[in-house]
């Protein structure tokens, strides 16, 4: 977290979504209730050091460290928050004062801190008081967070084995003092929200999330007989592939099969950072492929596929879109579509906080290949990630949502168009790869505004500019 994004945080203020604490030696009396509205609504920011008037007080520089630590530790505790939900703060330097910055996902469970139930609005944090308040938090809820649903038969057995050991192995190694790393499997699973107890029904058992981080390949086809994920080469052969990996096993080996797919595809470059060589590619497509296993909505059986082309990569999978739009740095709030696997994502060390891996890429991609990705958040959720100039410049006004974006797409389609005279709506789509609708839309601005006109009869005509 940059001195940038903090202020760009206080600047925009409390909110739905941002909460400031003082806390110059001790944690807030009140932080849980917050921490709790939070993990019930739409998740959020919390800065501690700062004031409700956006004042930066500072947190004692000497205790920052116990800070986090307890507050790393309270969460964890399901004497304070219940189900526990692990969050690791950080510590931020910031004009001279150290802050304490924690990002709060949104929970597919429902939280209590102290035996109440906390919502947000954007007045602030709130109890909720009447079981049919809570009623509808769950039914929001279990519509919302798919990876949240109960396997009551669902055991141990059908998970692969040494692989909860192996997760675990992980973990260790990346966190020696992570506080799960003493608890016994069954208060593993509970703290990593893997297994949990439905307090509206009763029903007790691992969950959706546990099954695809953890089962064997027969299991999970049994439950969602349409689970796969294809990852395909088409640099020579664009309506088959030339080379194939047809994934049907659990996220945790998916991953490391992507990782090595890429590897074996795609150059890396000699890069340093400070003193430091690190790869490119590792960093790039590491949050690519934790985003595509990630944030994928599960039960929907649109297939999901990672292909290598020539001059980019693209991922598609199915998606239950919190916003609608490309998505960049800094203009949008982040939003987990399965946030217990993307928490046990972030422990494995296989991703970055939510929000921050976007920017990686973003970072990461213009040393590589000089080039900007492309997030669209739609029903299908798709990355591009062009590995030419040549690609970037037919394609840099893809990004609808940003008027920037929209005119340099424009001006693209204008310039394509000069230079070639005639075409139809279809063809210009296929030519440079973009989505027929957003084409309609530049045609009708180029239209209105007198650049370009279409000649010559429907069946056969096409455009040309004035």
Known sequence: MTEQEIQKIIDKGEGITIEFKTAYSDLPKNLFETVCAFLNRNGGTILLGVDDEKNVRGVNPKKADRLCKDFASLSNNPNKIDPVFLLLPTMVDYKGTKLIHVFVPASSQVHKTNGKVFDRSTDGDFIV???????????????????????????????????????????????????????????????????????????EGFTLAALLLFGKEEIIQSALPHYKIDALLRRNDLYRYDDRENIRCNLISSYEILMNFVAKHLPDKFYLEGDNRVSLREKIFREIIANFLIHREYTNAHPATFIIYRDRVETKNANRPHLYGNLEPGNFEP?????????????????????????????????????????????????????????LKLNEGINEGINEGINEGINSLLTYIKENEGLRISQICKAINVPSKTIERWVATLKKENKIEFRGSKKTGGYFTK
Request: aromatic share 14%.
């Open 335 to 391: 939003f987990p579509k399965n946030p217990n696997i993307a928490k046990f994502f972030v422990q494995l060390s296989r991703a970055e906080d939510l929000g921050t891996g976007i920017a990686n890429v973003f970072r990461y991609l213009k040393p590589y290949a000089g080039t900007i990705p492309v997030f669209r958040e739609e029903d299908i959720f798709v990355v591009e990630v062009p590995l030419t100039a040549k690609r």
């Open 129 to 203: 008081k009447t079981d049919e308040q809570i009623s509808q938090m769950y039914l929001r809820k279990n519509a919302f967070f798919s990876e949240s649903i109960i396997y009551p038969y669902l055991d141990e057995t059908h998970f692969v084995d040494g692989i909860v050991e192996k997760a675990r192995t992980i973990i260790r190694a990346n966190r020696p003092n992570h506080p799960w790393n003493n608890l016994p499997d069954k208060n593993f699973f509970q703290a990593a929200g893997l297994y949990r107890t439905d307090i509206k029904t009763g029903e």
